[in-house]
C-alpha cells in the first residue's frame, strides 16, 4: 500500500521543489508521511467542499496546485477560510500535497499545457531558470507559433473554447495572432519579457489595469482568459501521472471545485 511520503517524493521528481519561487510554499503541506493511502483527490485548490468530497469518497489525500498554507498560520479556528480548510483536514485525516510555481515551471507541467491548449507549436520557456538533467528547459511561462497568424477576435474566441471560459478581458495591440506568450494563473508582469521576444500576443490571467495599457501602448494583443482556466488543465495530468505511477491507488478529480468567478 502506498504511502502520502511516497506520492510527495514522486510529486517533487515531477516538479523539484527547488524550482518554486522564493515567495512560494509548495510541497507536503499537511499530513502524516507513513500514512497509507488508498484513494486520492485531485483539485486546482483545497477548499472546503473540495475536503468534503474527499471525505464523502474516502480519499485520504488531497493533491493540489495551489498551497493550502501560503502566508504563516498564527491560529487554528473558524474565523478565516484556510484555518477552517486545515481545521477540517485533520479532523477528517486527510493529507494536503500542493505543487505550485515549480510545477508552474517543470516540463509537462502548466504552461506546457496551457500552450498546447491555446495551438502553440515550436515553444520555448518564456523565462528560462535551468535544465533539467536530461537537458530540458524549464522555467515560468511558455512561447512559441500558431499553425498560421490569425485575427484577434478568432484567437480569443479560440482561447475561450479551449479553456472553457465564460468570458476574457482583452486589449487589442492592434496586430495579427502569431507569436504568442502564455502564462498560466497571474503573470502580467512578464509584459516587459513577452514585448522583448517579439510576441504579438500574451495569454495570462489577473491582469490589471496598468498592464493593459502598456500592452496597448507597445502594440501588443493581450488576453485575460482567468486564473482558474489557464491553471485548471493541470488536474487531468495529476490524475494521468499519479494513476500511471500509482496503479493500485484510486485518483479521482474533483467534481464539486469549479472557477469561482462568475459572469453577468
Not at 498560421?148 to 486589449?171: D, I, N
Request: charged share 15%; glycine share 10%.
Amino acid at each position: 500500500m502506498s504511502k502520502q511520503k511516497e506520492i510527495a517524493a514522486f510529486l517533487a521528481a515531477k516538479a523539484p521543489l527547488h524550482w518554486q519561487e522564493s515567495y512560494d510554499n509548495a510541497g507536503f503541506l499537511v499530513g502524516e508521511p507513513d500514512a497509507s493511502i488508498e484513494k486520492i483527490l485531485v483539485a486546482l485548490d483545497v477548499t472546503l467542499p473540495v475536503v468534503e468530497e474527499a471525505a464523502k469518497n474516502g480519499a485520504t489525500l488531497i493533491v493540489a496546485h495551489h498551497p493550502i498554507i501560503f502566508q504563516p498560520v498564527r491560529r487554528l479556528t473558524d474565523a478565516d477560510g484556510t484555518s477552517r480548510v486545515i481545521r477540517a483536514l485533520i479532523q477528517n485525516g486527510i493529507g494536503a500535497i500542493c505543487m505550485h510555481t515549480n510545477l508552474d515551471a517543470a516540463p509537462g507541467g502548466v504552461n506546457d499545457l496551457l500552450a498546447e491548449a491555446l495551438g502553440l507549436q515550436k515553444t520555448d520557456v518564456l523565462l528560462p531558470a535551468g535544465t533539467t538533467a536530461d537537458g530540458i528547459p524549464y522555467g515560468i511561462g511558455r512561447v512559441g507559433f500558431l499553425q498560421k497568424p490569425m485575427t484577434l477576435s478568432a484567437y480569443t474566441e479560440q482561447v475561450k473554447q479551449a479553456l472553457h471560459t465564460k468570458g476574457l478581458r482583452f486589449c487589442d495591440g492592434g496586430q495579427q495572432v502569431f507569436r504568442v506568450a502564455v502564462g498560466g494563473g497571474s503573470c502580467g508582469s512578464l509584459l516587459s519579457e513577452v514585448i522583448a521576444l517579439g510576441c504579438d500576443t500574451f495569454v495570462t490571467g489577473d491582469v490589471k489595469y496598468d498592464v493593459f495599457l502598456e500592452a496597448v501602448a507597445m502594440g501588443v494583443n493581450l488576453i485575460d482568459a482567468g486564473h482558474f482556466p489557464t491553471e485548471n488543465l493541470i488536474c487531468t495530468q495529476l490524475v494521468h501521472w499519479l494513476q500511471e505511477a500509482f496503479p493500485q491507488v484510486e485518483v479521482m478529480l474533483s467534481s464539486s471545485h469549479r472557477d469561482v468567478v462568475q459572469f453577468v
